[in-house]
């Protein structure tokens, strides 16, 4: 087995914004073209080294994303800034590439009944329709990520077993995919399975680079980076706001909070190289785009020093 060098001061954590995708992707509210291009420009000014920007997938399936090649089109690119976009298929590949996206994410579940569910395919299928995504993706020059959702447990069938998501992993490792993500929708992550699937999957597919996507649906999101720290993982997708949720967990939380998690990772002393107040203004107009309160904390506590006037509380009485 590897070893193992934990994720302390002085290191450096690839943060990727997934909000203009994942964020937005369910919400009941639109988001204009033009907000989305100017939320993707502020998030690359502010440092983001990874955006999630968009979705090839099919306009009736999400109606949210069906500006991709027009939010792709409108946004300015920055040297710094990777931005990514899902794509389901060989023609979302081809779309995406016409976009000029620099990384293309394919994603799949790693337990059978998820998959059939959310992508209509058995785990095979969406292994075997990935060889086309490669090749086309490969023939552009652009590099493919994949993602493995499910990959700490299963609202229908449970625990998916390790073994499972390594065997995705090294699929996709054997294709020439750069990394994949373990990606957590449902919430079911918890810090022995995070420890115990990075070095599963380290072990089966040593070259791919890991990412964790942690959702704080049950409140220990961030727990969960920390275990993933722990275990060297110095990537990790969340999204501004804490926007995003999931169909089959109603009223739950979304992604973890990029500003929250940038909090964390900063007062350790890890660099990011995001500029934090920058994401906690932006959240705050998230909140405003989108009509109603999100999850992120730091945005509405400001950071542990930010000090108060004296005049400004009253004092207690008795
Ligand atoms: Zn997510």
Do not use: W
């Not at 009736?60 to 794509?87: F, I, N, W």
């Not at 597919?205 to 996507?213: G, I, K, N, T, W």
């Not at 203004?281 to 004296?310: C, F, N, T, W, Y």
Request: with cysteine; proline share 5%.
């Amino acid at each position: 087995m590897a070893e193992v060098s934990p994720i302390t001061a002085g290191h450096r954590v690839e943060v990727t914004e997934v909000g203009p995708r994942d964020g937005i992707q369910a919400d009941a509210t639109f988001v204009p073209t033009e907000h989305k291009i100017a939320l993707i420009n502020r998030l690359t000014e502010a440092g983001v080294p990874r955006i999630e920007a968009t979705s090839f997938v099919s306009p009736r399936a999400v109606p949210q994303l069906a500006d991709a090649a027009e939010v792709m089109k409108g946004v300015k690119r920055s040297k710094s800034t990777v931005l990514a976009a899902l794509v389901p298929n060989a023609r979302g590949a081809i779309r995406a590439a016409e976009a000029g996206v620099d990384q293309i994410v394919v994603f799949m579940s790693a337990s059978e009944s998820h998959n059939l569910k959310n992508v209509n395919c058995t785990v095979a299928e969406s292994l075997k329709a990935f060889e086309d995504v490669a090749k086309i993706a490969h023939d552009s020059g652009i590099p493919v990520h994949g993602a493995i959702a499910t990959s700490f447990g299963c609202p229908f069938e449970g625990d998916v077993p390790v073994a499972q998501v390594a065997r995705i992993a090294r699929a996709y490792q054997d294709m020439g995919f750069v990394g994949m993500s373990f990606g957590d929708t449902t919430g079911m992550a918890t810090p022995p399975l995070v420890k115990e699937r990075v070095l599963a999957v380290r072990d089966a597919a040593p070259r791919l680079s890991q990412v964790l996507h942690f959702h704080n649906t049950r409140g220990i999101g961030l727990a969960n980076v920390m275990a993933g720290l722990a275990v060297g993982v110095d990537r990790y997708e969340s999204s501004i706001g804490g926007t995003g949720g999931c169909p089959f967990v109603p009223k739950a939380t979304g992604n973890i909070c990029t500003e929250d998690l940038l909090y964390l990772l900063h007062e350790m002393g890890i660099e990011t190289g995001i500029d934090l107040r920058k994401l906690m203004g932006m959240a705050s107009d998230m909140q405003s785009v989108l009509g109603r309160e999100l999850p992120g904390q730091i945005m509405k506590a400001g950071l542990r020093l930010d000090l108060h006037p004296m005049e400004s509380v009253r004092t207690a009485v008795g």
